[in-house]
């Protein structure tokens, strides 16, 4: 299988990744867009938690693979209590979640994976004629926002 890596135009400066801030974002940015979603409020605290915020609302380009509160409902309870209290870890595993650059739909349907910004690999394939994303289904694809696009998935990728 022909393997295809996105290339990381964006360089994350360390006060970019240290984010911080938990203030409402605005505009039409990866994180206004779902900070106003209620399906992505578990989301939005643990881009809060890892303190992505301000990342997320910076001009990218990025390409979120966005897991709703019923995928992050998959991880059991007391995972989920550990994975939020835990910055460091809560940090790899979102920016898992993110690829440098605006992937739409159309490009990702062409790759066979494509590399995060916490430096690894994803798997991209078709199955039954949907997009997955490791093991993960794209239910939702193509949210267009001013510093990038969402593909919303139903399950939370884990490095």
């Not at 290339?7 to 994180?31: E, K, Q, R, V």
């Not at 690894?120 to 997009?131: L, Q, Y």
């Not at 993960?136 to 919303?152: E, F, L, Q, W, Y």
């Amino acid at each position: 299988m022909k393997k295809m890596l996105l290339c990381t135009t964006l360089l994350f400066s360390g006060a970019a990744l240290a984010g911080g801030g938990s203030s409402m974002p605005g505009g039409n940015t990866i994180a206004a867009i779902v900070s106003n979603d209620p399906n992505f409020s578990t989301l939005l605290a643990a881009v809060k938690a890892a303190g992505l915020v301000e990342t997320l609302s910076s001009p990218g380009p990025f390409t979120v693979f966005a897991p709703t509160n019923a995928a992050f409902a998959k991880i059991p309870a007391a995972d989920l209590t550990a994975l939020l209290n835990d910055p460091a870890q809560l940090k790899a595993v979102l920016l898992y979640h993110v690829v440098a650059g605006k992937v739409t739909a159309s490009q990702v349907m062409g790759m066979s994976s494509g590399t995060t910004v916490n430096g690894a690999d994803v798997r991209v394939s078709m199955m039954d004629g949907k997009v997955m994303i490791n093991d993960s289904t794209v239910t939702k694809a193509d949210i267009m926002a001013s510093n990038g696009v969402i593909h919303v998935i139903d399950t939370v990728l884990m490095p």
